[in-house]
């Protein structure tokens, strides 16, 4: 009785196995040629760039060094408004559907984009061998001829990473100088980007032995740029192993994308007129309503960001029959969980004190919206 794989060893796709192929009595495994090449686990959340909760485009005042745009990425730069951040959807590669572009909006000047990588899923990398790769183009060489990437590692309290790794950016062609408990794991060289989509990777052990968190790091280098010049950059992955496999999404499909992203992130935002933001809450007093949401996953901590619109016109506090203006918001961390955000709402008078109301969308805009930070 066969126990074992064949010691048959030219299988091509669509072979049958029959009794007389299953003789090997040893039990042992045995090599098929061809075999199906492996897809690795991507640890970089929204490497595709799928994922735009804050927004698709990211410009004078929401664009500064620091500055978080799609999902997980931010912006480091070498001053405010550097550069122009968008999700791209025509611009991509074969295939592909999304990627990032970084439009040079202030000349001269060093600039790029980061994400952090968890603790948790850092634990398996330290000691090892990573890949760290991407696709990308330039939209001309003449100047953004030397853009770099780098695998970094943080040995500062695991978490709590400051996100601004550079101490100074340096002449052209120079590396960054970073910042205490930042380490560069690899050698940073230009990757000589061309006018066309390609795939490029760069490997380094992690041989920080106290890393708590991995930075992946692309910049460009040069100090000679012209307005209008753009970066762009597909379908990032970062992987166990000495060579890049292809890409997938960390959570494997855009809803698992999405919910990874909301560990970290989430915004409700009001794409229809009167479309509730909040569950009903009730009013403390004839200025003062609370209201909370229950995030669709469970934050990595308690969120200590609270972002919305300052344009008060776009939000109306409901109860269904009357609407009222708000005026202030304010998180209140004391009822705040990292399954609920609380927050209170402010207005000049019209609530009657213990009715339940809502915040819902104005009645002609849209474009309100609340989020809730836990970003590493």
Not at 221 to 248: H, Q, R
Not at 285 to 298: E, I, K, L, N
Request: negative net charge.
């Amino acid at each position: 009785m066969a126990v074992g794989f064949p010691v048959k060893d030219d299988y091509v796709t669509g072979d049958v196995l029959t009794a007389a192929n299953m003789n090997d009595l040893s039990g042992t495994l045995n090599t098929l040629s061809g075999a199906a090449s492996t897809v690795n686990k991507n640890y970089l959340i929204n490497g595709g760039f799928a994922v735009a909760q804050r927004g698709t485009s990211f410009t004078s005042g929401a664009n500064n060094d620091d500055a978080y745009t799609l999902d997980r990425w931010y912006i480091l730069s070498d001053g405010n408004d550097a550069i122009d951040v968008t999700q791209e959807t025509t611009t991509v590669p074969t295939n592909g559907e999304f990627a990032i572009a970084l439009d040079v909006e202030t000349v001269n000047k060093k600039f790029g984009i980061a994400t952090i990588i968890e603790n948790k899923d850092v634990i398996s990398l330290v000691g090892n061998t990573v890949t760290f790769s991407f696709k990308a183009k330039v939209s001309a060489t003449t100047k953004l001829d030397n853009v770099k990437a780098a695998i970094v590692a943080w040995s500062g309290t695991a978490d709590t990473v400051t996100s601004d790794i550079i101490s100074a950016w340096n002449a052209e062609g120079t590396n960054p100088t970073l910042i205490a408990n930042a380490t560069y794991e690899n050698t940073p060289a230009n990757l000589n980007l061309t006018t066309s989509y390609a795939s490029y990777s760069i490997t380094a052990a992690v041989d920080t032995a106290s890393t708590q968190n991995i930075i992946l790091f692309i910049w460009s280098d040069v100090t000679d740029t012209t307005l209008g010049n753009f970066v762009y950059i597909a379908e990032a992955k970062l992987e166990k192993g000495s060579s890049a496999s292809a890409f997938e999404y960390a959570g494997g499909t855009f809803q698992g994308e999405l919910a990874a992203c909301q560990r970290y992130y989430y915004r409700r935002t009001a794409v229809d007129t009167y479309e509730a933001l909040t569950q009903p809450f009730n009013a403390s007093s004839t200025t003062r309503a609370y209201f909370q949401v229950v995030f669709p996953v469970t934050m990595r901590t308690e969120p200590t960001v609270f972002d919305y619109s300052t344009t008060y016109s776009l939000y109306r506090i409901s109860d269904v029959v009357n609407f009222t203006a708000p005026t202030a918001f304010t998180l209140d961390t004391s009822g705040t969980s990292k399954d609920v955000g609380f927050f209170l709402a402010d207005c000049a008078s019209g609530l009657t004190q213990f009715r339940s109301y809502s915040l819902i969308g104005d009645t002609t805009n849209t474009g309100g919206y609340i989020g809730f930070g836990a970003e590493l």
